[in-house]
């Protein structure tokens, strides 16, 4: 396996091409990608729905690998990268999120040692610290299973939260914050530009 180098990672696609199913009658969702996206820059996916963007992300953090070409990320294609290496190094937040039967601590923290300092840093970078202290035990309230107890705009922060509290060297968002509310949202992308 290979490592990553120092300093800032970038991402590129060359030549993708992916497809759901095997044989010759599934058409490629993607076909012949290829982007570059530098260190530090941000890039928005624009397009209908199926054509492609949560497949790109998935890609990115080899949930799946691609029939064809290269996804590679710091110079590095990712089939050579050891898993927890490209994980640690690349966090992806889906629009759909998932939360455990737990406090809102480990919700955030999963299976970290961070302290509750790093996790409302967290959460304040996440626009969730206000509504994370107004619960009734704020970092110690338990969620209930999948976070039925939340919103779905403070279930996406919280999972914004936990991406950003290991402090990913690449930040991949899959409409995210489709159900923040759009001030908050603002605050947000502000947030992470800075």
């Known amino acids: 396996p290979l490592a990553l180098p120092a300093g800032g990672l970038g991402l590129a696609f060359d030549d993708v091409v992916f497809?759901?199913?095997?044989g010759a009658a599934s058409a490629p969702v993607l076909g012949g990608v290829s982007f570059e996206v530098a260190a530090g820059e941000t890039v928005a996916l624009v397009?209908?729905?199926?054509?492609?963007?949560?497949?790109?992300c998935e890609l990115a953090v080899r949930l799946m690998d691609p029939a064809?070409?290269?996804?590679?990320?710091?110079?590095v294609d990712v089939a050579h990268?050891?898993?927890?290496?490209?994980?640690?190094?690349?966090?992806?937040?889906?629009?759909?999120?998932?939360?455990?039967a737990d406090t809102v601590r480990e919700?955030?923290?999963?299976?970290?040692?961070a302290g509750d300092e790093?996790?409302?840093?967290?959460?304040?970078?996440?626009?969730?610290?206000?509504f994370v202290?107004?619960?009734p035990d704020g970092l110690d309230t338990v969620l209930g299973e999948r976070g039925v107890t939340l919103s779905g705009g403070q279930r996406q922060r919280l999972a914004l939260a936990r991406a950003l509290l290991r402090r990913p060297?690449?930040?991949?968002?899959?409409?995210?914050?489709s159900a923040v509310d759009p001030v908050i949202e603002a605050e947000i992308l502000d947030e992470l530009r800075a």
């Open 81 to 100: 990268l050891p898993p927890a290496e490209l994980r640690a190094a690349v966090g992806l937040v889906f629009q759909e999120t998932f939360l455990f």
């Open 68 to 75: 064809a070409g290269v996804v590679s990320v710091g110079g």
């Open 47 to 56: 397009g209908s729905t199926g054509s492609g963007k949560t497949t790109i």
């Open 133 to 135: 202290a107004a619960l």
């Open 169 to 177: 060297r690449v930040l991949i968002l899959d409409d995210a914050t």
């Open 19 to 22: 497809s759901y199913g095997a």
């Open 118 to 130: 790093e996790i409302r840093e967290a959460l304040r970078a996440a626009r969730a610290d206000r």
């Open 107 to 113: 919700n955030v923290r999963l299976s970290t040692d």
